[in-house]
């Protein structure tokens, strides 16, 4: 093979040796690519796990809430709306808690 011909001369190839050094930004580039990718899949995940929970804390209680406002009339209903308040508020934070791992899992700051 003639010197002209040989992809690996460094006479004839003069880029040779400059794509070294993009080849370790690229790598952190990806891996940080592969990284945001994982956390953000792991991320909205247990966000939804979390909002998913809330949601079901929160309708049970607001659930047994009616039921004892039902059941006792005016005797108890300061109990079942207490126990209604309850689950709505476990609720609303676990939908705060979930956006709160969603964003983190896209690596993106808090939002105040």
């Not at 003069?14 to 580039?29: A, M, R, V």
């Not at 994982?38 to 309708?59: D, E, H, P, R, W």
């Not at 964003?103 to 939002?111: F, T």
């Amino acid at each position: 093979m003639s010197d002209s011909t040989n992809p690996f001369n460094s006479k004839t190839n003069k880029n040779l040796n400059t794509t070294q050094s993009n080849d370790s930004s690229n790598l952190q580039s990806n891996v940080a690519g592969a990284a945001k990718g994982a956390t953000s899949m792991l991320g909205n995940t247990v966000g939804g796990l979390t909002n998913t929970a809330g949601g079901i804390v929160g309708a049970a209680s607001r659930g047994v809430g009616e039921t004892v406002n039902s059941a006792t009339g005016q005797t108890a209903k300061p109990v079942g709306d207490a126990v209604s308040n309850i689950g709505s508020g476990a609720e609303s934070g676990a939908r705060e808690t979930a956006e709160g791992v969603k964003r983190a899992g896209e690596w993106k700051g808090a939002s105040w």
